[in-house]
């Protein structure tokens, strides 16, 4: 885009960045550069939209932000894990905006497709990689682009720093260290705090303070609900980690959100939205 519109702005974010940047313009009331930033970019690129979802504040933002641009004849790319009618705590009002564009399932390549990227990789390295190379890389790498570019890198290294034949056993060195590398990265506790308390628009310190207001004791609950669901620690384990609460203090609150998720059809669908978001991470 910028090579074609030299004169044009692009602007990227994160949507994790996109919600920091809309919290932290409310508390120092900077919000008109927030929407200058924004509101005038000719391309607007933003990953991961649904972990917008529940946060109140900056899906307002981002409605009005994406009215702006659209009116004006801009161009809008989301990316999401899944489509915007499956992001439970997504406002209606926004699904509708992003369900008005062109919405495109990006599968995992097949096969054929993994072993064309190998050799296109390879070509322009100026690299030959046998074809039963490619087809082993291709077998061995399934789920990340990526990988398979560092694969061609890798052994293209070992061929011309270490005299290595380009061969299956070659490759099997090259790759072992992403296959080893790729196992996902494990979900700690610090991590669901800081995705309830984004959501629920308070800070995680606040989480596991003594503090005892209704918006906060309601994120500690659902953060201990979501804690005990994902890594199933005990409940004793979860009490220590939350301020040093004890035990039937978790067991009052699993008691809570239990009952919550059945008489609340909002809260269910954002505790499961939060447990989704924390996983696919």
């Known amino acids: 885009f910028k090579k074609n519109f030299p004169d044009r702005s692009v602007v990227y974010a994160k949507s994790e960045d996109f919600t920091n940047e809309v919290i932290e313009a409310i508390a120092r009331g900077t919000t008109a550069a927030l929407r200058l930033k924004y509101r ?22 981002f409605f009005h932000t994406f009215n702006t641009l659209y009116e004006a004849k801009k161009q809008i790319v ?5 489509p915007p009618k499956d992001i439970a705590t997504l406002e209606d009002r926004l699904v509708n905006r992003f369900e008005w564009g062109l919405t495109a399932d990006v599968q995992i390549p097949e096969f054929e497709t993994r072993v064309a990227i190998i050799r296109r990789k390879a070509e322009s390295f100026n690299f030959d990689i046998p074809e039963n190379v490619c087809e082993y890389i291709a077998n061995k790498l399934k789920n990340n682009i990526r990988q398979l570019e560092g694969a061609v890198k890798k052994l293209r290294a070992f061929h ?64 201990m609900f979501v804690v005990r669901d994902i890594t199933q620690m005990s409940m004793v384990e979860i009490g220590q980690t939350f301020g040093g609460r004890d035990h039937s203090t978790v067991v009052y609150a699993m008691r809570q959100i239990e009952e919550r998720l059945e008489k609340e059809p909002h809260t269910k669908d954002t505790v499961y939205d939060i447990i989704k978001n924390i996983r696919n991470r």
């Open 40 to 61: 005038n970019a000719d391309l607007f690129l933003v990953d991961d939209i649904q972990f917008i979802g529940g946060k109140v504040s900056t899906q307002e933002e």
């Open 78 to 82: 989301l990316t999401s894990d899944r």
């Open 160 to 223: 011309l720093l270490e005299n290595r034949p380009v061969n299956i056993a070659t490759a099997q060195t090259a790759i072992s260290d992403i296959i080893n590398n790729s196992q996902p990265t494990p979900v700690t506790v610090e991590k669901i705090i800081e995705e309830v308390a984004r959501t629920y628009q308070v800070t995680a310190e606040d989480i596991c303070s003594q503090k005892r207001n209704a918006a906060v004791s309601k994120a500690r609950q659902i953060a």
